[in-house]
């Protein structure tokens, strides 16, 4: 008899954290393994933050806060979202939670129903079908390629959208690509979703601040479906506060108040000296933060690097992202190739033979939707991308 619920047995291991595990364990085995398999900036915290949560702590927020977050943090997120997005929303709109994974599975968990349709663009994030799946939805798979910087068209949308479709849920910038959908390309989406009002979009703007094409742009810019657009964020990437866990959603009331409901029973209130730091996050203003600024032009700097070092890699072709730390190039080139007993049939395949005989830790395409490719996340010294790379390019150059 099978103990476990159908609902777990279902359910997919994280591919990014299961290459962050076999990583650290040849780590612990001796092995020099440099790990671009995992999505967090190799930055500290910076110091204003942790000095606001060290004064949390000195002034005792330390008992369980309200479910969808203190009140000076919410609307310190209202006054983010007008000053960076020109975005007008109420502090009942918000609800924050355990990171962004908990905000989005608050948002799916509230939305869907068992068959609803949730159309999500591929390459997407790993977890986007497996919430899903939670949610007993239905993941309809629409893709794009590296030909059209991994962005779907508003044709490929609108032809996915059915009676049963509910939720489209996308992230820009985007992981694992690092595209960035412009103005005019959001414009062109909303306009498909203007003629199906059944239709809630969730926007997953989570590397927001980790764009290198200037001034961010947001789905729920458009007035004619903003009621229906649900935006997640949080500061675990623009300010290196991935251990913080600290998300949020905003949404309509009705959908905020669902989400909040849901929270109730499964975490309560995101940690208090968490939203603490929180708010002196949100309230910096990227365009006067000189630490901000540094590591933005840190990531692009080492994009730029990277870019140079993966086309010299025979067989791999990549976009040129415009956000977050991450390239995912195509390599199907290598599939059939072989060395010894080892042969290499898909990105799987090639990721573990990377990991065991160059020691290098990446993400295969299969976990985001696109068996063709891998994700090599550039969150690291240039040091290390330099010897990654080096070693990438000798240990494929033996199979034939």
């Known amino acids: 008899m099978n103990i476990l619920s159908d609902r777990i047995t279902r359910l997919s291991e994280s591919e990014t954290l299961a290459m962050t595990r076999r990583s650290r364990e040849l780590k612990e085995q001796g092995f ?30 330390t008992f369980y806060p309200p479910v969808n977050g203190y009140l000076d943090l919410r609307k310190a997120i209202v006054a983010k979202l007008k000053r960076d997005n020109n975005l007008d929303y109420s502090a009942e709109q918000i609800v924050v939670s355990t990171g962004a ?30 919430i899903v799946k939670l949610a007993e939805g239905n993941s309809v798979v629409i893709s794009a390629g590296v030909d059209t910087d991994f962005k ?26 690092g595209s960035v959908y412009s103005h005019d390309e959001l414009a062109g989406l909303a306009a498909v979703f203007q003629r199906h009002p ?55 009331p009705e959908i905020a108040k669902a989400c909040d409901k849901i929270q109730g029973q499964f975490t309560s209130g995101a940690s208090s000296i968490s939203q603490k730091a929180a708010i002196a996050a949100v309230l910096t203003n ?34 040129v992202p415009d956000g977050a730390f991450y390239f995912f190039p195509e390599v199907n080139w290598y599939f059939g190739k072989k060395t010894g007993d ?9 990721c573990n033979y ?5 020691h290098v830790a990446l993400v295969p395409g299969e976990a985001f939707g696109n068996p063709d490719c891998i994700r090599l996340s550039y969150a690291t010294s240039d040091k290390e991308l330099i010897e990654a790379a080096r070693r990438i390019k000798e240990t494929l150059s033996k199979l034939k």
């Not at 398999?37 to 942790?50: L, V």
């Not at 994974?101 to 497996?130: C, F, H």
């Open 32 to 61: 020099d393994v440099i790990n671009l398999s995992i999505g967090q900036p190799d930055y500290n915290t910076p110091e204003y933050i942790k000095d606001a949560a060290k004064e949390a702590i000195d002034q005792n927020f």
């Open 101 to 130: 994974k908990q905000a989005l599975a608050n948002t799916m968990l509230s939305l869907v129903n068992p068959g609803d349709e949730v159309i999500v663009p591929a390459p997407y994030w790993v977890s986007y079908r497996e």
């Open 152 to 177: 779907v068209t508003p044709a490929q949308v609108e032809a996915a959208i059915t009676p049963r479709t509910k939720v489209f849920i996308f992230s820009s910038p985007c992981n694992p690509t």
């Open 198 to 252: 059944g239709v809630f979009i969730i926007s997953d703007e989570i590397y927001e601040l980790i764009n290198f094409k200037g001034k961010h742009e947001s789905i729920a810019q458009f007035e004619s479906i903003r009621n229906r657009v649900i935006i997640i964020n949080g500061v675990s990437k623009g300010f290196a506060m991935t251990g913080w866990r600290l998300g949020y959603c905003v949404a309509s």
């Open 286 to 319: 990227p365009e006067e933060s000189e630490e901000l600024k540094e590591m933005i032009a840190t990531f692009k700097r080492r994009r730029d690097l990277f870019l140079g070092l993966i086309n010299d890699i025979p067989g791999f072709v990549t976009n």
């Open 342 to 350: 080892i042969v290499i049939n898909n990105s799987t395949d090639l």
């Open 354 to 358: 990377l990991l065991d005989h160059a």
